[in-house]
């Protein structure tokens, strides 16, 4: 079974040729992070996700979690994996340093979660979410509840979850039910949670649980629904736990993957009601919400990309490996590895090229991010921050779309040792799965994506990013004519989308997910094609990485660009097949 090593030197080439690293080291406070001190830092992050969190996966996927008398244990190598990660200070690279955080950019923070989630996805998404928290509560927590509780949420000996949905309420979260009375200067909860990620495990001392709820006289729906701090043991003013709070895992889930992390059903309220601390304002929880969803929403979508360089990886040691038939082009008698047999380098060139895709945007977006929150031009901060709120639903859900497929012909490539679990193939095919569903369905980011961020804004930024790629292309050193030909496929559905939004909306989203998918090969094109010229500037140096990278655009260009006036069309006119079925029909 293949071995996880960090990509670092792609890593870094796409950090510094696509995510603009250069231009992020002179935003203040990123002054000193060098390529130099990032190259680094990925090194060490590499040590760690091959020598402790790789050799635990398949562990942690064959024993999973155990709930015994209300305590959920780990797998073995778990909890000490954990208290090696914090002990490192992995869990607060991107934060404030007055609460402990290394003060790191956001996009170097998001290579060194790809290294988690490549490594170990299931032990990955308890520092995931904790990051959500962490970002959550500095943004609209109360002085108080941030010096009681960010210092522990940033060094990692607490932990944070994300409490949404109920057994009623899935996606919908206006029919969120769980309450939440006041009684002096805090709240009691009631309710019940599920799909809880981390919900109740044996890493931390204490979990810091983020809870929608409602107070008795707010208004139905979603504008009814506040947000509540509440943790598995109540915490002193000195900092010190106190009582159990009136909450409990009343069981875990038996999933298709993740098997080692916890995915809890909670129980809030039982007896006298959870303690719990309201952030911000009532009926205001959606909006603080969307400020960790948010940054979930690009943790998963990362997750694709992690899991597809991780299913690469082991496709194509075993490709290097297996001996089976002749070579039919150079021919020969005596069988050879099958990584010279055409189909086998048809796919895993479709791996890698749509791996370093996804890769670039992530990383692309990561870097916008870092501007968006540094930048002292108010302009252009809020420039980038529209550009990271378009294309968020499209890292999510492209990205994740990406994974599953990646994954799955890393177990074709495998051929029928890929349907076995020994291999490891299939490991990876069931953890992706789970990506397009977390943090809302894929279908829920791309309408969130033509309905509020193209139609709602008859679609000024989509437009901007169309001629920043046109501009971009127009001064490359080689023509384009795919990549060209899928701006303007874009340009013409997202024409379309403002011109039907106001007359038949449903029709429009019928075409929601092959927008999105649009959307995401085209952005995705034009950063590996820039990759790859930028890589050929370096060929002298680099001869091995301009290959490849001339390799991965060329494979993605002819096999995938050439889809957009195809999802363009779909777009247009492929809704109509949805819009007039009937349920009967279906």
Partial sequence: MSIYHAPVEEMLFTMTEVGGLAKISELPGCEEVSADLVAAILEE????????????????????????????????????????????GWNGVPFDPEFGGQGLPWIVATAIAEIWHSANMSFALCPMLS?????????????????????????????????????????????????????????????????????????????VHMVLARTPDAPDGIKGISLFLVPKFTVGQDGSLGPKNDLRCGSIEHKLGINASPTAVMLFGENDGAVGYLIGEENRGIEYMFTMMNNARLAVGLEGVAIAERAYQRARAFAGERMQSRDVIAGGKEPVAIINHPDVKRMLLSMRAQTEAVRGLAYWVAGKLDISKRHPDSQKAAEAQRLVDLLTPVVKAWSTDTGVEVANTGVQVHGGMGFIEETGAAQHLRDARIAPIYEGTNGIQAIDLIGRKVFRENGETVKILIEEMRASVAAMATPHPRLAAAIDALERATD???????????????????????????????????????????????????????????????????EAPMRAEIVINGGTAIAEAEASVL
């Fill in 131 to 207: 990051m959500g928290t962490v970002e959550l509560l500095s943004t609209h927590g109360t002085p108080a509840l941030k010096e009681l509780y960010l210092a522990k949420l940033v060094s990692g000996e607490w932990n944070g979850t994300m409490n949404l949905t109920e057994p009623h309420a899935g996606s919908d979260l206006s029919r969120v039910r769980s309450k939440a009375v006041k009684d002096g200067d805090v709240y009691r909860i009631f309710g019940q949670k599920i799909f809880i990620t981390f919900g109740e495990h044996d890493f931390t001392d204490n979990i």
């Fill in 45 to 88: 992050a590499g040590k760690f996700g091959t020598e402790v969190l790789d050799p635990i996966n398949r562990i942690g996927d064959i024993e999973g979690c155990v709930l015994d008398n209300g305590v959920v244990r780990t797998p073995p190598g778990f909890k000490e994996a954990y208290r090696q990660f914090i002990d490192g």
């Fill in 496 to 562: 379309w989308v403002v011109g039907a939004g106001g007359t038949d909306f449903g029709l429009v989203l019928a075409g929601a997910t092959p927008y999105l998918r649009l959307l995401g090969i085209t952005v995705g094109g034009w950063l590996l094609v820039g990759a790859a010229e930028a890589a050929a500037r370096q060929a002298a140096q680099h001869p091995t990485l301009a290959a490849r990278k001339a390799a991965a655009a060329k494979y993605f260009a002819l096999h995938i660009l050439i």
